[in-house]
């Protein structure tokens, strides 16, 4: 196909796989439009303004980096925009980096069905990991095709809530700021600022391969630049509406595992059992990917070999999926984010070089 062809389809596709990764369930309880936006009061604004433009850059250079080496077979991404050595560094960080962040993601499975269906923690995290193995085993190009039209229903879903939200408490604009001290201690980092870039660290590095990879499966440039503008800025959008929400209710949504839950409650009961069913969504679409991203990167042992390697990594995520979901979202997240500063910089640097 010529590279100057576009099609529409494509480019909401490729928006629909990037939102699917950025929804997990950090992001689709709440906890992270808590922790490193509506944590710093109306500066939480601040951090809005910064990752979008942040999440509109990263999106397209690590696509667009994907599209462009696209015949080139091992393409490595981190020693691309890193160098030989950093580059390897963080090729095995990223792979025990995903590793964590996987429990983070079923423990959330877990808890939800126990909330809402009185399931078993213990077995609801199982169902899910199941469900993460036979995932991987369908393929990349399956595994898109699935993941990407769940991302914009549980956008979607979260726009509503959030919306809902505003429009029931917008009487409560002034009283924003006497809910800061209520916020305050769940804050991501010690500033707005630090805490945008975090943020953006945590969405763009342990999901890097992934989106270069997304780049790969683009036609064009042109469908490329319209599927990353489009994925980003709807994740923005759906951020800033919750924030607002969280901001409007802070005294109670402060400090809750699940804050969406609470506004969703809030606005009618029966959206407390809708809101679960678009959580485990999430959940499974982020969780797929990473899925992807950690064992696609074993080859060495042949097809047999990556699936018990597949089945090593589900066990591992299993077991540490069954600690406590909130502590594992305060540690780990920022952590994370921390983790991957380095790597954000490099490859602002790289593209303004060239």
């Known amino acids: 196909m010529p590279a100057s062809t576009f099609d529409i389809r494509n480019s909401i596709r490729i928006a629909g796989a990037f939102i699917a990764w950025v929804i997990g369930s950090g992001f689709a309880t709440g906890q992270e439009m808590l922790r490193f936006y509506a944590s710093f009061g109306l500066y ?9 433009v942040g999440f509109l850059g990263m999106a397209y250079l690590l696509m667009r980096t994907g599209f462009e080496h696209k015949k080139e077979p091992g393409f490595n991404h981190f020693q691309f925009f890193c160098g030989q050595r950093l580059g390897l560094v963080y090729t095995w960080l990223i792979i025990a980096t995903l590793i964590l962040l996987m429990p983070v993601l079923v423990a959330g499975a877990g808890a939800t069905l126990y909330e809402y269906y009185r399931v078993p923690q213990p077995l609801g995290s199982a169902v899910m990991t199941g469900l993460l193995l036979a995932a991987y085993l369908m393929g990349f190009e399956r595994l898109i095709q699935v993941i990407s039209s769940i991302g914009p229903v549980i956008i979607v879903f979260s726009l509503a809530i959030g919306c809902g939200a505003i429009a029931a408490d917008y009487g409560q604009f002034s009283q924003i700021e006497s809910y800061e001290s209520a916020l305050t201690p769940y804050q991501a980092a010690p500033n707005w600022f630090l805490s945008a870039v975090l943020h953006l660290s945590l969405n763009f590095f342990p999901p890097s391969m992934y989106f270069t990879r997304l780049g790969v499966s683009a036609t064009s440039k042109q469908e490329l630049r319209a599927g990353a503008f489009l ?46 069913i678009t959580l485990l969504l999430g959940i499974f679409s982020s969780s797929s990917v990473m899925m992807w991203s950690i064992c696609s990167r074993v080859t060495c042992w042949g097809k047999q070999g990556n699936v018990a390697f597949a089945v090593a990594v589900a066990l ?38 060239t």
């Open 231 to 276: 994925g980003a800025f709807v994740v923005i959008l759906c951020i800033a509406v919750m924030t607002t929400a969280i901001l409007l209710n802070g005294n109670a949504a402060a400090g809750l595992d699940i804050p969406v839950l609470y506004l969703a409650q809030k606005l009618h009961p029966l959206l407390g059992a809708a809101f679960s």
């Open 316 to 353: 591992f995520t299993y077991v540490v999926s069954l600690f406590s979901f909130g502590r594992l979202v305060a540690v780990l997240y920022p952590a994370i984010g921390y983790a991957g500063l380095l790597f954000i910089a490099c490859v602002v640097y790289k593209n303004f070089k």
């Open 44 to 52: 939480g604004y601040g951090a809005v303004a910064v990752n979008l």
